[in-house]
């Protein structure tokens, strides 16, 4: 189901707050000796295409803004380590400073929940008079915060808290905390006083367990939804972050020094930065218009050129990707950050010389942008992603049709910018068709004659916090297992076909496999030597060896569920995974995620097996 908003009027923070709570926090940080560390899980099992080379080149901006957040409120000694760099990376042994950390962070999104579920279990095992503080955020734990704290009383683990929000919601609760600690005392025992004394009941965004019955929580704790920062002005320097990173290694244990910057480029050479939040769509299957509480929010044009300036000159990174849900939700203020871009200059140069960055869009509202896209190449602006979904609107209707999106295509090729359409296959679109373009090769083959270079296409999965999240498993249309494979959370990436009403599913995964084959193969990369489809110099060739050399990634972890969606039995679930500890608000009563829940629990008392939550 979809999370719940603030009270109109609510939903955001004063101005200046999140600015005001950085400041207060570097007067605290000096009676407080706090060292810290954030992992960022990541299961090596999800990298195909498309992403299989950004996963490892490209540091994840949310445990960087979370870094850049602790540095900027005064508490210096933090590490980010990245699980894509650092596989074997071991919570028990880390030493920063010579020490146990005081607070141990973890963020994850759902196809990662596994080696997220594995840190957590690992730091778990520290001796409880030396364990860190244990916070867990990223997406997993805003919308399935119950997964990570253990309801088995033969093996007791959990995180001590889950952070359902974003900087601030971190931010307030070390306040509250360290307002609390006593002299020489462990952090996690503040954590824990202040729990049980009520004080961080007043911290919207958490989620934290209350009394144990054998090493279990006995109940969860919902503060609520949580306050958004409004100007995104106001967060924290990104370049702070990089400044945390734990160089790649194979060792369980942490390096003397972070990454030194020199390196931090060879590394990482794409940059991430966040430019807007929030969606102006609907989509039922899409759960960002709800974590935003329907708002939109912005970061300025001359901000934003500052940050990647400031990159550029600290770290050498040049290519930078925009962590936009829609960057033309609003075209006045996308023309004002172009326009802002545009203007500026790195060492008397212009920026688009030093810079390329590209974003996400969507067909409709590029359409209504055309007259700017000679500015936005004069902004650094190479690439756009664009939601196609289905260019024919049968799936969804986002006011994209084929001559739309096709015009739309060829006109940013005309202007020097390469559009890269995301795609989603579903069941009533079949691989090809004759004489319409309702086919899922039919439309690859006009996204690439009309200037594709690079191309995502996954299956209809269920999405966590969307509207349509229950509805298809109450409709039974989610498997539990097929052929005795159980469906796991890494499945969950759209690259499996584990939601599905065909009497033939086993074909609709095949599709996925025969779109790449089509799109990615040593024909095309001849043609894109001879005839390239970009002006962008050996651009086309690149992308077509990349996906070459992903492909047989995707097909050998895919082929296996294939034969088993053919030729072996599917079980369906009937219902989605809820919580089995009960959910409360900090005033007692059920938190808003925990009513289904605690209706289903009264159905009876066995527990269904959720292969779901495997690892």
């Keep these: 189901m979809e999370l719940t908003s603030r009270a109109r009027g609510d939903e955001l923070l004063t101005d200046g707050e999140l600015t005001a709570i ?11 000796d706090v060292a810290s560390v954030i992992a960022c899980a990541f299961d090596h099992r999800t990298r195909m295409l498309p992403l299989v080379y ?18 900027d409120s005064g508490f210096h000694k933090t590490r980010i380590v990245l699980q894509q760099w650092n596989r074997n990376f071991r919570p028990s042994r880390m030493r920063l400073d010579g020490r146990m950390p005081d607070i141990f962070m973890v963020s994850s999104i759902q196809i990662y929940s596994a080696e997220c579920r594995a840190l957590i279990r690992d730091a778990c095992r520290i001796d409880p008079a030396r364990r860190p503080l244990i916070i867990v955020g990223g997406a997993k734990a805003i919308y399935q915060p119950w997964d990570l704290f253990s309801t088995d009383h033969r093996d007791p683990w959990g995180a001590d808290v889950a952070v359902r929000g974003e900087e601030y919601v971190l931010l307030n609760m070390l306040e509250v905390v360290l307002s609390a600690r006593a002299a020489g005392e462990s952090v996690r025992s503040a954590f824990r006083r202040a729990r049980d004394n ?3 009941d007043e911290v919207p965004g958490l989620v934290y367990p209350r009394g144990r019955i054998n090493g279990v929580a006995e109940e969860l704790i919902d503060t609520g939804p949580q306050r958004l920062v409004r100007d995104l002005d106001e967060l924290p320097d990104p370049v702070l972050g990089y400044r945390l990173l734990e160089p790649p290694s194979r060792k369980p244990t942490l390096a003397p020094r972070a990454l030194p910057p020199e390196r931090v480029r060879r590394h990482s050479p794409l940059g991430t930065l966040v430019i807007t939040y929030g969606c102006k769509g609907s989509c039922p299957f899409c759960p960002i218009p709800a974590y935003s509480q329907r708002q939109l929010r912005y970061k300025s044009g001359p901000r934003l050129a500052e940050e990647m300036v400031r990159l550029h000159r600290q770290y050498g990174i040049r290519k930078f990707f925009g962590c936009d849900d829609n960057f033309f939700n609003d075209r006045s203020r996308a023309v004002e950050i172009a326009e802002a871009l545009a203007r500026t200059q790195i060492d008397g140069a212009a920026l688009h010389r030093k810079i390329r960055w590209g ?15 000679p500015l936005l190449r004069r902004a650094g602006v190479r690439g756009l992603w664009l939601g196609v979904e289905d260019m024919t609107a049968t ?3 986002k006011g994209q049709t084929v001559r739309k999106t096709t015009d739309v295509f060829n006109l940013l090729r005309r202007n020097g910018i390469i559009p890269f359409p995301m795609m989603i296959h579903h069941d009533s679109q079949p691989l090809y068709t004759r004489g319409s373009d309702y086919g899922l090769l039919n439309q690859v083959h006009l996204l690439r004659a009309s200037g594709a270079l690079a191309m995502q296409v996954f299956m209809l999965t269920p999405t966590i916090g969307s509207k349509s999240y229950d509805e298809v498993f109450d409709a039974g249309l989610v498997y539990r297992r097929a052929g005795g494979r159980g469906v796991e959370q890494r499945m969950f990436d759209g690259n499996y076909v584990i939601q599905s009403g065909c009497k033939e599913p086993w074909r609709k995964q095949f599709n996925l496999m025969a779109a790449y084959l089509y799109f990615y193969n040593p024909l095309r990369l001849l043609k894109a030597v001879v005839r390239p489809k970009s002006s962008v ?12 050399c992903g492909f047989p990634q995707t097909l050998r972890r895919t082929l296996g569920w294939a034969l088993r969606l053919g030729f072996g039995r599917i079980e369906r679930r009937t219902r989605a995974p809820a919580s089995l500890v009960p959910m409360r608000s900090a005033a007692g009563t059920a938190a808003h995620q925990s009513v289904r829940a605690s209706a289903r629990a009264r159905k009876g008392s066995v527990r269904e097996p959720t292969p779901i939550m495997v690892g």
Excluded: K, W, Y
């Design 537 to 548: 110099f050996l651009a086309d060739p690149v992308f077509q060896i990349l996906g070459m």
């Design 54 to 71: 950004v996963t490892t080149h490209m540091a994840p901006g949310g445990v960087r803004a979370i870094g850049s957040a602790m540095v």
């Design 22 to 32: 950085r400041r207060r926090l570097r007067l605290v940080a000096r009676r407080h």
């Design 359 to 373: 974003t996400e869009v969507t067909v409709h509202d590029t359409f209504r942008m055309r007259e700017h896209f």
């Design 395 to 397: 799936l969804i209707n």
């Design 198 to 200: 009520g004080m961080l």
